[in-house]
Structures are given as structure tokens and as C-alpha cells.
Nanobody, 114 residues
Framework: QVQLVESGGGLVQAGGSLRLSCAAS????????MGWFRQAPGKQREMVAG???????NYADSVRGRFTISRDNAKNTLYLQMDSLKPEDTAVYYC????????WGQGTQVTVSS
């Protein structure tokens, strides 16, 4: 069973930046398309960025041009660079495979103040 551990969240002012990391156990990470998801209070979890095994990214319209997803297969780690943060980006951020095959981690809280 793959374990996912997210980190890097915090409190930041609007316009600021954060870099999230997701450490995954198990070699299945290398053969999985991965994604970053977020869930704001009272809202459904949504995928904001995805990346293929060949590192081709795709983004939700709400974050395109501001967020950058990347992966380091040698380290079994997924990243999300978040720039020009907005208050509406406030949420708990999670990583998982695109198909959400793995058990969810605890997530990392991102809070953007106006």
C-alpha cells in the first residue's frame, strides 16, 4: 500500500508563494500519473494539477499560469510550486494518483490571507 505524506503548507499573504511536497512510499509512484487535489471548507475535493509519468503537466483553469507541478521519480516525490497565491486558494492540499487509487494522506493546510 502506497503511503502519501504531504508537507510545505502554511500561512501566506496574497501574492506570496509556497512549495508543497508529497513523499510517496513504494515504486508504484514511478508508474503512476499523479495529481494535486485541494478541498476548501464546505466544498468538494478538486484536482488542481496533474502530471503524467513522462512529466507532462495539466492544470485546472483556476491555477493555470500560477501553479507548477513537477515530480522527481528518483526521490518518489511530487511537488507543487504555487505563486501569486489568492485567498481562494485556501484549502487543504492532497496528492494522489490521477485515478485516486491510493489511500489519502493527511494533507497540508494552505491559508492565504488578503
Amino acid at each position: 500500500q502506497v503511503q502519501l505524506v504531504e508537507s510545505g503548507g502554511g500561512l501566506v499573504q496574497a501574492g506570496g508563494s509556497l512549495r508543497l511536497s508529497c513523499a510517496a512510499s513504494g515504486s508504484i509512484f514511478v508508474i503512476s500519473a499523479m495529481g494535486w487535489f485541494r478541498q476548501a471548507p464546505g466544498k468538494q475535493r478538486e484536482m488542481v494539477a496533474g502530471i503524467t509519468t513522462g512529466s507532462s503537466p495539466n492544470y485546472a483553469d483556476s491555477v493555470r499560469g500560477r501553479f507548477t507541478i513537477s515530480r522527481d521519480n528518483a526521490k518518489n516525490t511530487l511537488y507543487l510550486q504555487m505563486d501569486s497565491l489568492k485567498p481562494e486558494d485556501t484549502a487543504v492540499y492532497y496528492c494522489n494518483s490521477i485515478l485516486q487509487r491510493f489511500k489519502w494522506g493527511q494533507g497540508t493546510q494552505v491559508t492565504v490571507s488578503s
